[in-house]
């Protein structure tokens, strides 16, 4: 079974950074696409950054010049850089492999459980 467990989420006063991890773990040859996801309360989910497999990264209009999203191979970590936080980014956020080949199965979708993200003004 392929699992993502997304940590470094938490409270920050607004200007400050986090980083945010996404870890995929069970037998994984390749991850066609990654992506970081934010759900405020009361707002849908929307994707904010996504990298392929073959590094061609994608940002949301709302966070360029602010999020970077990289990943580490060798760890099957992916990662999300949130620089000069603002209020409206508190959200849960998630990441989300869209495919992921195991070396006898892909898996779809996977999403892991979020990690919450408060910016305080």
């Known amino acids: 079974q392929v699992q993502l467990v997304e940590s470094g989420g938490g409270l920050v006063q607004a200007g400050g950074s986090l980083r945010l991890s996404c870890a995929a773990s069970?037998?994984?040859?390749?991850?066609?696409?990654m992506g970081w996801y934010r759900q405020a309360p009361g707002k849908q989910r929307e994707l904010v950054a996504s990298?392929?497999?073959?590094?061609?990264?994608n940002y949301a209009d709302s966070v360029k010049g602010r999020f970077t999203i990289s990943r580490d191979n060798a760890k099957n970590t992916y990662y999300l850089q949130i620089n000069n936080l603002k209020p409206e980014d508190t959200a849960v956020y998630y990441c989300?492999?869209?495919?992921?080949?195991?070396?006898?199965?892909?898996?779809?979708?996977?999403w892991g459980q979020g990690t919450q993200v408060t910016v305080s003004s």
């Open positions: 069970g037998s994984i040859f390749s991850i066609n696409n």
């Open positions: 990298i392929t497999e073959r590094g061609t990264k």
């Open positions: 989300k492999a869209d495919r992921v080949w195991d070396g006898s199965a892909y898996y779809y979708d996977r």
